[in-house]
Structure formats: C-alpha cells, structure tokens
C-alpha cells in the first residue's frame, strides 16, 4: 500500500504492507532508529514520535493511517552539534542513564511543552483557566506514558523544567 508521510521536514513515499506499524517503517524501511521498540504494547513510551504535532506511540499505529501526516522523530528534534533546547537540558540535568527511553521521553517532553503553552490542562492542573505551573506533580502527570527503567525521574522532571524556563 502506498503511504506518504513528511518525516522530519522530508516527503517520503514507502510502498507498505498495510500491516506495518508506524515504527516498523520508521525503523525498518527509513533507516531513523532513534525511535525505540521497547514493550511494543504502548505501555512504555520508547517508540514515542508526534504526528502533526501531537505525541503518540508509534508501535500501536499503521503507517497507512497516517498518509499525508507530518511525523517528527528524535532525528527531527536535533543532532549533535545542533541539539534543541530540551536536549541540551537532558544533557545538563543528566536526565538519561542507559539512553533507551530518552529519544522518547525527548519527544514526548517536546510536545508536552507545547501543550502546555496552548494552556491544556492535566488531570492534576489545579487552575483550568490559568497558567500552568510546571510542578514536579503537573510534569510526571503529563509524562506518566513514558517509562525510565533506569529511574532517572528527577532528572528528567529537571530538564523539562529548565527547558521551559522554570527555576528547577
């Protein structure tokens, strides 16, 4: 089945079993590997990507239903020498030990912040009609789909804070 996706800025056409999840042809027929299988239930959040902006677990979709999407991958949020503000706080925070969960939790901290900043509430945001403050309750709530086995928790809720400019 032909599926057109716009990967990381780049228009690409992949000629795929229907069947193929959204990390399969990611990993598999692309090449970008920063995205990781790791449960394959969508229960860990390693193959975390955005797709038009919003996060999802790339192992529980088809690519097919994706066609015409613009899909943004660890590849497409920085590279060394040109990391993005996130990255660089994941760096300074020591936010990751093994590495296996980051490109994910990366991902998923891009796209929380940005909801975030349109103002969408959490299950835990006490004011619904103000700012939210990025607490360490408000930042594990929002990030609660993403696992780190290593348990580098703190220091990822610490980035994400110094990412978004708050006093972590």
Known sequence: METNL????????LDLDPRTTLLDALRH???LTGSKKGCDHGQCGACTVMVNGRRINACLTLACMHDGDEVTTIEGIGQPGNLSPLQ???VSEDGFQ??????????SATAMLEEVSNGWPSHVTDDLGGKVELTSEEISE?????????SAYPNIVEAIRKA?????
Do not use: D, K, V
């Open 142 to 150: 929002r990030m609660s789909g993403n696992l780190c086995r290593c």
């Open 6 to 13: 716009t990967i990381n800025g780049t228009e690409q056409r």
């Open 98 to 107: 093994c590495g296996y969960c980051t490109p994910g939790q990366i991902c």
């Open 164 to 168: 978004a400019g708050e006093n972590a």
């Open 88 to 90: 660089e706080a994941f």
């Open 29 to 31: 027929h692309l090449g």
